[in-house]
């Protein structure tokens, strides 16, 4: 049984803090803790043009965004010997290099931990329930997963792990 721990918050995380926490949840067993820390850009990667970001605002519906996390670890759980997982996602309005996500994977094995973290953010990016604003010298707008990031969750789907790469 993995023991998962998420967590939606407006305030920063400490990388450090979780890691030693996810290294002793995990027991006698970890072999392998692979992790993942996404940042704001400071430059829309959106459309293309360039537009330099002053601010990124993520919305979310407090329950159902942590029932679609559960359900993305969960499925990781599933195809992967995890034995501990950590999700941390802010929300709010973060500012340029600003910490966005956080995801740590425990697993005996080192590939199971790789696999299962990368997994998990791909899923983040195209399944959990979070709204994106950005603003740029450009404007503002809403932003939705991209291409690339549809086509590595589907990479799962078809051949159980990811060929593509941004």
Same mark, same amino acid.
């Given at each position: 049984?993995?023991?998962?721990?998420?967590?939606?918050?407006?305030?920063?995380?400490?990388?450090?803090?979780?890691?030693?926490?996810?290294?002793?949840?995990?027991?006698?067993?970890?072999?392998?803790?692979?992790?993942?820390?996404?940042?704001?850009?400071?430059?829309? !990667?959106?459309?293309?043009?360039?537009?330099?970001?002053?601010?990124?605002?993520? %919305?979310?519906?407090?329950?159902?965004?942590?029932?679609?996390?559960?359900?993305?670890?969960?499925?990781? %759980?599933?195809?992967?010997?995890?034995?501990?997982?950590?999700?941390?996602?802010?929300?709010?309005?973060?500012?340029?290099?600003?910490?966005?996500?956080?995801?740590?994977?425990?697993?005996?094995?080192?590939? !199971?931990?790789? !696999?299962?973290?990368?997994?998990?953010?791909?899923?983040?990016?195209?399944?959990?329930?979070?709204?994106?604003?950005?603003?740029?010298?450009?404007?503002?707008?809403?932003?939705?997963?991209?291409?690339?990031?549809?086509?590595?969750?589907?990479?799962?789907?078809?051949?159980?792990?990811?060929?593509?790469?941004?």
């Amino acid at each position: 049984m993995s023991i998962t721990k998420i967590k939606i918050q407006t305030e920063d995380f400490d990388f450090a803090e979780h890691y030693s926490q996810i290294r002793a949840s995990g027991g006698e067993a970890v072999g392998a803790i692979a992790g993942f820390v996404g940042l704001v850009r400071d430059y829309n !990667a959106h459309a293309g043009d360039g537009g330099e970001v002053t601010s990124l605002t993520l %919305e979310h519906y407090p329950g159902m965004t942590e029932s679609s996390i559960e359900a993305i670890v969960q499925e990781a %759980e599933a195809r992967w010997p995890l034995l501990a997982t950590t999700v941390v996602h802010r929300v709010g309005t973060l500012r340029p290099l600003d910490q966005i996500v956080m995801v740590l994977t425990a697993s005996a094995h080192r590939d !199971a931990a790789f !696999a299962g973290a990368e997994f998990i953010m791909d899923y983040l990016k195209t399944r959990a329930i979070l709204w994106k604003k950005e603003v740029s010298d450009k404007g503002d707008q809403w932003i939705e997963s991209t291409q690339a990031d549809q086509r590595r969750a589907v990479g799962w789907l078809q051949n159980g792990g990811n060929e593509t790469s941004d």
